[in-house]
Nanobody, 114 residues
């Protein structure tokens, strides 16, 4: 089992920035972020492997940066140039090699206003 604890959500104006953090209880192959807006399905935001390989949703490329500190089992999401469309609950995700074991955080609210 892996426990994930997220922090860093909040309210920000359009064009602003936020940084999300997610601490895992142990090291794991892949960590990342998904988000779910009201009335919509949960969607990928970005992922990063323990070797630093990243994957981003097209909607956030160039604005969001994912990084991780393997020694601290922590993943970060730096979100710049935020837009109201980024408003959602952001969930930390972690999975082992092959994806057979997958874990979710409790979610953190990000709200972007005009």
């Amino acid at each position: 089992q892996v426990q994930l604890v997220e922090s860093g959500g909040g309210l920000v104006q359009a064009g602003g920035s936020l940084r999300l953090s997610c601490l895992a209880s142990r090291s794991i192959f892949s960590m990342g972020w998904y988000r779910q807006a009201p009335g919509k399905q949960r969607e990928l935001v970005a992922t990063i492997t323990s070797r630093g390989r990243t994957n981003y949703a097209d909607s956030v490329k160039g604005r969001f940066t994912i990084s991780r500190d393997n020694a601290k089992s922590t993943v970060y999401l730096q979100m710049n140039s935020l837009e109201p469309e980024d408003t959602a609950v952001y969930y930390c995700n972690a999975r082992g090699v092959g994806g057979f074991d997958m874990y979710w955080g409790q979610g953190t609210q990000v709200t972007v206003s005009w």
